[in-house]
């Protein structure tokens, strides 16, 4: 059984570009969240996709956007990359008979020069 | 405006010995709390939850004791062993299934 897995594993982009990260949840969750995580600082929510719509937000700009397909897998896009936006990129999953244990994937270690 | 804090950054203990890690949180209306274990380029890893109508549950060496007046929790690690050096996060939602809310970690070393 495959867990929560993210594509790629690491990127390297520059100020002003545009990133787009992926996320495919644990077989029979159909709820996905993305976090944020800056060095030395516990996850920050970004928001969380559930039956392809929206259904929370944190506090993020517009320029983090995200998307979620009938599959229930989902993608993070990224505007306009700041210095700021180097992170490592968590998405987690939830779903089936238990709502409340959430599950990560390995994360998406974004760099921007 | 931190709504989960854990004030120790750092934890060293003996193996064998146990492992305490606190956590204080502001939000009342916080109903789940769940604790994390962070190996380096590794996600996340699920350890132990509880929900707010309860004051303590146990799975294995792992105990989480809530105290819901004081608004703090703690994870109590039984007898600790050298695997168990990792960041530990704290974490805390409104609802199950809903977003997590982070405390800042508290990176534990288990000396042999």
């Known amino acids: 059984d495959a867990g929560v897995t993210q594509s790629p594993t690491h990127l390297i982009k520059t100020r002003g570009q545009q990133v787009t990260l992926r996320c495919s949840p644990k077989?029979?969750?159909?709820?996905v969240s993305w976090y944020q995580q800056a060095l030395g600082q516990g996850p920050q929510f970004i928001f969380q996709?559930?039956?392809?719509?929206?259904?929370q937000r944190g506090n993020f700009p517009d320029r983090f956007s995200g998307h979620q397909f009938p599959n229930y897998s989902s993608e993070l896009n990224v505007n306009a990359l700041l210095l700021g936006d180097s992170a490592l990129y968590l998405c987690a999953s939830v779903g089936g008979t238990d709502y409340n244990e959430q599950f990560f994937g390995p994360g998406t270690r974004l760099t921007v020069l | 405006d931190q709504q989960v804090k854990q004030n120790s950054p750092s934890l060293s203990v003996q193996e064998g010995r146990i492992s305490i890690l606190n956590c204080d949180y502001t939000?009342?209306?916080?109903?789940?709390f769940l604790w994390y274990k962070k190996y380096p380029a590794e996600g996340p890893t699920f350890l132990i939850s509880?929900?707010?109508?309860?004051d303590k549950n146990e799975d294995g060496r792992f105990t989480v004791f809530l105290n819901k007046s004081a608004k703090h929790l703690s994870l109590h690690i039984v007898p600790s062993q050298p695997g168990d050096s990792a960041v530990y996060f704290c974490a805390a939602s409104e609802a199950a299934g809903n977003k997590l809310t982070f405390g800042g970690g508290t990176r534990v070393l288990v000396k042999p």
């Open positions: 077989s029979g969750h159909d709820t």
């Open positions: 996709y559930y039956e392809e719509e929206e259904r």
């Open positions: 509880i929900s707010s109508i309860k």
């Open positions: 939000n009342s209306m916080f109903d789940y």
